[in-house]
DNA sequence: TTCTGTTGTAACCATTGACAGTACAATGGG
DNA sequence: CCCATTGTACTGTCAATGGTTACAACAGAA
């Protein structure tokens, strides 16, 4: 199972709104354009990223900008943001084992901090990256 | 967007497998009790299991048994089993970008090594953790 | 050989989430 | 008051998951 496109989209969008800030309105449409998806998809994804405080958008003029500076936004932060967190739980168990079982009265708690351990790893990575990092290998491309 | 139960639930019926092999055949119907799992789920993942050559099944006679001493069963070797591979993957992609945008253009080539790097750090710390680990664990709780 | 319990699979269904697309009321600056 | 734009409701399609029934293939035991 796959992480959203969601995220590797909201990613996309924030970077979209860092570089072409000066030089157009960025709008939903303006950026459906760029990603090649519904104006829809976007200003609900906006709707997201505006909830978590990574970005603003303006109703009725329109457009959208980012609200913080780029190097405080981490993957992790874009990626708690778009990702459904209320599970908060990257992995999924099988609810109801058989409580008469040894094996699974307690596989649960067994896994349980294991689990979080490999969670924990991703995360920090995650959050270890920034949407700076991204502008800063953009311009390596635009030169 | 969570990784499916099967991962939870192969590390389950694995860890029953090495509990249970002296005293009881271990076949789809005991591992389908002890998970409170349809049977036919716990075939289709023994079959991934076995692919993977993690596990053995007796066809006819019945029962399955873990292939290879436990500490060289990895939560990440489990991981691959039965998570589609594939796709291969973790983070997923919009297709189409727009190419005549410079964001569109680069984001997939910018994001590839950062987005691999987190993968990374998740898949190192799912081969950090054996069946072994678990096994132990549960003797914990059966003390 | 036949019987028996089991595996491997096919076929089908229900549910869920992702993503797409249409439509339109609400908004706020010009 | 316009008008471009946002926010959101509603509908639809598609894929993956998990469940269930059914049954042929299998292998060991009687």
Known sequence: MQISSRF???????????TFKNDYKVTSDFLASSTNVNP???RRLLGQLKTAGLVEVARGSGGASVARPLDEITFLDIYKAVECVECGELFHFHENPNNKCPVGRNIHNILDDKLN??????????SSITIADVIKDLDKYLV
């Open 40 to 42: 829809v998809i976007i």
């Open 117 to 126: 351990r490999v969670q924990q790893a991703m995360e920090n990575e995650l």
């Open 8 to 18: 590797t989209l909201a990613v996309h969008i924030i970077t979209c709104m860092d």
